[in-house]
T-cell receptor
């Protein structure tokens, strides 16, 4: 069964550093998403992406964040200058029409 | 803006007992409703969804949910739980059944199964 994959599973970085989180969505899906889940809190929508551009973004998705689909398979989330409060689990999701399928997540720890 | 409330942070049930997890949503139009399950260290797996039609929807792993518009609820049920059902359960609402709309999640209910 096709699935969304994410790398790395765990990323540790120092405050102020740039990080790139990578996702490979399900191959025939057209819509891509990033969500985050701070430890012990709910899953929060960050951004959606369709047809090579951002479709919707939440207020969390400020200028420190960017997304890109650099080739036909990868979908990335970049955080330019990480802060302590960026520590969270980041989930990528994709959909064709209908439900969103989530990847296993990348745990980002900012020290 | 839409919102989701899951009033129970933790629920403990005995193996073999029935289960109901509560979910209330707030949205001005027809909601698209989802239940996801998250096992420790895992991603989110879709259990079931409601888009339209029959208000009682069946999902995977023996789960079902009932959409009640008058109560703005979408409660998840299972007649007999198994130890493997121990996990975090999230209710979510979307503005559409697909497309670029982000989902709004509740805070989750942690399900504990006791032998």
């Amino acid at each position: 069964e096709p699935e969304v994959t994410q790398t790395p599973s765990h990323q540790v970085t120092q405050m102020g550093q740039e990080v790139i989180l990578r996702c490979v969505p399900i191959s025939n899906h057209l819509y891509f998403y990033w969500y985050r889940q701070i430890l012990g809190q709910k899953v929060e929508f960050l951004v959606s992406f369709y047809n090579n551009e951002i479709s919707e973004k939440s207020e969390i998705f400020d200028d420190q964040f960017s997304v890109e689909r650099p080739d036909g398979s990868n979908f990335t989330l970049k955080i330019r200058s990480t802060k302590l409060e960026d520590s969270a689990m980041y989930f990528c999701a994709s959909s064709a029409v209908g439900e969103q399928y989530f990847g296993p997540g990348t745990r980002l720890t900012v020290t | 803006a839409q919102s989701v409330t899951q009033p129970d942070i933790h629920i403990t049930v005995s193996e073999g007992a029935s289960l109901e997890l509560r979910c209330n949503y707030s949205y001005g139009a027809t909601p698209y409703l989802f239940w996801y399950v998250q096992s420790p260290g895992q991603g989110l797996q879709l259990l079931l969804k409601y888009f339209s039609g029959d208000t009682l929807v069946q999902g995977i792993k023996g789960f079902e949910a009932e959409f009640k518009r008058s109560q703005s609820s979408f409660n998840l049920r299972k007649p007999s739980v198994h130890w493997s059902d121990a996990a975090e359960y999230f209710c979510a609402v979307g503005r559409s059944g697909g497309g670029a709309d982000g989902l709004t999640f509740g805070k989750g209910t942690h399900l504990i199964i006791q032998p």
